[in-house]
């Protein structure tokens, strides 16, 4: 879960970047290659209406900062599973509140199976489906209150 948040963070900060050093590359063509400039610039820049170019620029613009919001939530979100605990099979934060191990899902669902089954109480996790047993670190499988109590 945590190293999935990385990878994605990592991912949209080099594209981010590659953005950004695009625009730059570009804004030195006119200076470096000023022939190959006039060429693009009267058979292809010149037919685009003005407000057409406003409108890819604001574009541009908008789709990094959403980039860039998107990449400080992940970084929110990474910092957060970071301050919670890992204990028993799944995350905690400071108020005991247990999460999900796989998705860090708040858990609410304590499932106690009826006698006649074979399955043990978990956490059922709403978001993905994965049930998350408390265990100590002999294996044995606890309540929630008995881990509550030992955390
Ligand atoms: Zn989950």
Redesign the pocket.
Known sequence: MLENLKDEWRFHRKSILLKVAATILLAFIPSIFPKVWSEIYQNFLLKIPVPLKYLAFLFLILILLLQYSYINHLADKIKLIKLKTNKFNLLWDDNKNP???????I?VDFIIPKNNSLSNPHFK??????K?FLKDETGKILTFEEAKKLL
């Open positions: 999460y999900c191990q796989k998705c860090d899902n858990l996790c709403h978001k993905c489906e994965h998350n």
